[in-house]
Protein backbone atom coordinates (compact mmCIF):
# COMPACT_ATOMS: atom_id res chain seq x y z
CA UNK A 1 0.00 0.00 0.00
CA UNK A 2 1.28 3.61 -0.86
CA UNK A 3 1.98 6.27 0.93
CA UNK A 4 -1.38 8.38 -1.13
CA UNK A 5 -3.41 4.92 -0.72
CA UNK A 6 -2.35 5.64 3.40
CA UNK A 7 -3.79 8.89 3.28
CA UNK A 8 -7.14 8.22 1.20
CA UNK A 9 -7.90 5.91 3.70
CA UNK A 10 -7.32 7.60 6.84
CA UNK A 11 -9.03 10.77 5.50
CA UNK A 12 -12.07 8.28 4.66
CA UNK A 13 -11.92 6.85 8.38
CA UNK A 14 -11.86 10.65 9.84
CA UNK A 15 -14.59 11.85 7.33
CA UNK A 16 -17.35 8.89 8.46
CA UNK A 17 -17.04 9.93 12.13
CA UNK A 18 -19.15 13.15 11.92
CA UNK A 19 -21.57 11.03 9.12
CA UNK A 20 -21.83 8.57 12.27
CA UNK A 21 -22.92 11.14 14.75
CA UNK A 22 -25.27 12.59 12.65
CA UNK A 23 -27.51 9.26 12.01
CA UNK A 24 -29.70 9.51 15.71
CA UNK A 25 -30.20 13.45 14.30
CA UNK A 26 -31.34 12.71 10.80
CA UNK A 27 -34.81 12.14 11.45
CA UNK A 28 -37.38 14.97 10.97
CA UNK A 29 -33.98 17.75 10.79
CA UNK A 30 -32.81 20.00 8.75
CA UNK A 31 -29.27 18.37 7.76
CA UNK A 32 -26.21 20.21 9.46
CA UNK A 33 -23.73 22.32 8.04
CA UNK A 34 -20.19 21.38 7.81
CA UNK A 35 -17.27 21.46 5.53
CA UNK A 36 -19.42 19.78 2.29
CA UNK A 37 -19.24 16.59 0.40
CA UNK A 38 -15.95 14.13 1.17
CA UNK A 39 -14.00 13.93 -1.86
CA UNK A 40 -13.94 10.79 -4.24
CA UNK A 41 -11.55 8.95 -2.20
CA UNK A 42 -10.67 5.69 -4.88
CA UNK A 43 -9.54 8.49 -7.38
CA UNK A 44 -5.89 9.64 -8.22
CA UNK A 45 -5.84 13.21 -7.02
CA UNK A 46 -2.88 15.94 -7.64
CA UNK A 47 -1.06 17.24 -4.39
CA UNK A 48 -3.52 20.16 -3.51
CA UNK A 49 -6.62 19.44 -5.85
CA UNK A 50 -8.69 18.32 -3.15
CA UNK A 51 -8.23 21.43 -0.78
CA UNK A 52 -5.97 24.53 -0.39
CA UNK A 53 -2.60 23.77 1.10
CA UNK A 54 -1.65 25.15 4.24
CA UNK A 55 1.97 25.52 4.24
CA UNK A 56 4.08 28.22 2.84
CA UNK A 57 7.44 28.54 1.63
CA UNK A 58 9.03 29.27 5.00
CA UNK A 59 6.97 26.57 6.64
CA UNK A 60 7.93 23.88 4.42
CA UNK A 61 11.00 24.45 4.74
CA UNK A 62 10.82 24.45 8.47
CA UNK A 63 8.87 21.29 8.46
CA UNK A 64 11.65 19.69 6.06
CA UNK A 65 14.26 20.13 8.48
CA UNK A 66 12.65 19.29 11.35
CA UNK A 67 11.30 15.69 9.85
CA UNK A 68 15.00 15.26 9.02
CA UNK A 69 16.00 15.86 12.34
CA UNK A 70 13.58 13.18 13.84
CA UNK A 71 14.45 10.52 10.82
CA UNK A 72 17.34 11.68 8.92
CA UNK A 73 18.85 9.61 6.32
CA UNK A 74 21.50 6.92 7.02
CA UNK A 75 22.59 4.03 5.18
CA UNK A 76 19.39 2.03 4.92
CA UNK A 77 17.08 4.78 3.81
CA UNK A 78 17.11 8.17 2.89
CA UNK A 79 15.80 11.62 5.10
CA UNK A 80 11.93 11.84 5.73
CA UNK A 81 12.22 14.83 3.51
CA UNK A 82 13.61 13.09 0.22
CA UNK A 83 10.40 10.62 0.33
CA UNK A 84 7.85 13.41 0.79
CA UNK A 85 6.84 13.77 4.05
CA UNK A 86 6.46 17.69 3.72
CA UNK A 87 4.01 16.99 1.08
CA UNK A 88 2.27 13.96 3.21
CA UNK A 89 1.64 16.57 6.52
CA UNK A 90 0.65 19.46 4.28
CA UNK A 91 -1.86 17.28 2.81
CA UNK A 92 -2.56 16.39 6.39
CA UNK A 93 -3.31 19.62 7.85
CA UNK A 94 -5.02 21.33 5.17
CA UNK A 95 -7.94 18.41 5.18
CA UNK A 96 -11.16 20.43 6.84
CA UNK A 97 -11.74 17.35 9.30
CA UNK A 98 -12.25 18.19 12.73
CA UNK A 99 -9.09 15.85 13.87
CA UNK A 100 -6.92 16.99 11.03
CA UNK A 101 -7.86 21.09 11.48
CA UNK A 102 -6.88 20.48 15.45
CA UNK A 103 -3.81 19.27 14.57
CA UNK A 104 -3.19 22.26 11.88
CA UNK A 105 -3.41 24.36 14.75
CA UNK A 106 -1.03 22.46 16.77
CA UNK A 107 1.81 22.60 14.14
CA UNK A 108 1.41 25.90 12.58
CA UNK A 109 1.98 27.16 16.63
CA UNK A 110 4.73 24.85 16.86
CA UNK A 111 6.39 26.46 13.72
CA UNK A 112 5.77 30.07 15.45
CA UNK A 113 7.21 29.09 18.66
CA UNK A 114 10.62 27.11 17.29
CA UNK A 115 11.17 30.26 14.96
CA UNK A 116 10.75 32.99 18.12
CA UNK A 117 12.75 30.22 20.19
CA UNK A 118 15.33 30.04 17.88
CA UNK A 119 14.99 34.45 17.89
CA UNK A 120 15.08 34.37 21.39
CA UNK A 121 18.65 31.76 21.82
CA UNK A 122 20.34 33.24 18.72
CA UNK A 123 18.95 36.11 16.45
CA UNK A 124 17.96 33.73 13.66
CA UNK A 125 15.15 32.11 12.75
CA UNK A 126 15.16 28.24 13.12
CA UNK A 127 15.69 27.67 9.62
CA UNK A 128 19.17 29.57 9.28
CA UNK A 129 20.74 27.82 12.85
CA UNK A 130 23.26 25.62 12.46
CA UNK A 131 22.53 21.67 13.68
CA UNK A 132 23.46 21.74 17.02
CA UNK A 133 21.01 25.15 17.29
CA UNK A 134 18.57 23.08 15.77
CA UNK A 135 18.87 20.11 17.52
CA UNK A 136 19.29 21.66 21.32
CA UNK A 137 16.26 23.50 20.66
CA UNK A 138 14.47 19.83 19.83
CA UNK A 139 16.17 18.64 22.70
CA UNK A 140 14.43 20.59 25.14
CA UNK A 141 11.12 19.90 23.90
CA UNK A 142 11.25 16.10 22.79
CA UNK A 143 10.16 14.48 25.88
CA UNK A 144 7.33 16.20 27.91
CA UNK A 145 7.97 14.71 30.85
CA UNK A 146 11.16 16.69 31.22
CA UNK A 147 10.12 19.76 29.36
CA UNK A 148 9.82 23.07 31.17
CA UNK A 149 6.14 23.65 32.69
CA UNK A 150 6.90 27.05 29.88
CA UNK A 151 7.37 24.54 26.99
CA UNK A 152 4.80 22.04 27.58
CA UNK A 153 2.47 22.99 24.81
CA UNK A 154 5.93 22.98 22.30
CA UNK A 155 6.47 19.66 23.28
CA UNK A 156 2.68 18.47 22.68
CA UNK A 157 3.53 19.96 19.51
CA UNK A 158 6.63 18.02 19.02
CA UNK A 159 5.07 14.71 20.08
CA UNK A 160 2.35 15.07 17.47
CA UNK A 161 4.57 16.09 14.63
CA UNK A 162 7.08 13.25 15.20
CA UNK A 163 4.17 10.92 14.94
CA UNK A 164 2.91 12.80 11.50
CA UNK A 165 6.57 12.27 10.83
CA UNK A 166 6.60 8.87 11.03
CA UNK A 167 3.28 7.85 9.86
CA UNK A 168 4.03 9.70 6.38
CA UNK A 169 7.68 8.11 6.60
CA UNK A 170 6.74 4.24 7.19
CA UNK A 171 3.70 4.49 4.66
CA UNK A 172 6.68 4.80 1.68
CA UNK A 173 7.94 1.83 0.45
CA UNK A 174 11.22 3.20 1.43
CA UNK A 175 10.35 3.06 4.77
CA UNK A 176 8.41 -0.15 4.74
CA UNK A 177 11.69 -1.35 3.86
CA UNK A 178 13.74 0.19 6.67
CA UNK A 179 10.99 -1.69 8.96
CA UNK A 180 12.12 -4.72 7.08
CA UNK A 181 8.12 -5.39 6.74
CA UNK A 182 7.63 -7.92 4.30
CA UNK A 183 3.75 -7.74 3.98
CA UNK A 184 2.12 -6.32 0.64
CA UNK A 185 4.01 -8.51 -1.18
CA UNK A 186 1.88 -10.99 -3.74
CA UNK A 187 3.24 -14.49 -4.20
CA UNK A 188 3.34 -16.79 -6.46
CA UNK A 189 3.18 -19.87 -4.26
CA UNK A 190 3.61 -20.66 -0.82
CA UNK A 191 5.27 -23.50 0.44
CA UNK A 192 3.54 -22.79 4.09
CA UNK A 193 6.25 -22.52 7.27
CA UNK A 194 9.77 -24.10 6.97
CA UNK A 195 9.97 -27.62 8.30
CA UNK A 196 12.60 -26.85 10.66
CA UNK A 197 10.35 -24.31 12.29
CA UNK A 198 7.37 -26.67 12.26
CA UNK A 199 9.96 -28.83 14.22
CA UNK A 200 11.36 -26.29 16.69
CA UNK A 201 7.96 -25.79 17.40
CA UNK A 202 6.88 -29.06 17.86
CA UNK A 203 4.40 -29.29 15.16
CA UNK A 204 6.05 -31.10 13.22
Known amino acids: MDRRTTIKWVLAASASLPLLEGR ?6 APAQGYGTDPKLATHHQSGELWPLTLNAAQRRLAGILSDII ?4 ERS ?3 SALGVVD ?3 EWVSAPYPAQQRDRTLVLDGFTWMDAEAVRR ?3 EF ?5 AGQ ?8 DASRAAAERRQAARFFARYRDLTAGGFYTTPAGRKDLNYIGN ?12 LLGALGLR
Open 122 to 124: SGK
Open 185 to 196: VALTRFDGPPPA
Open 71 to 74: IPAD
Open 88 to 90: FID
Open 127 to 131: AQLGI
Open 78 to 80: PGA
Open 24 to 29: AAWAGS
Open 135 to 142: RGICDDIC
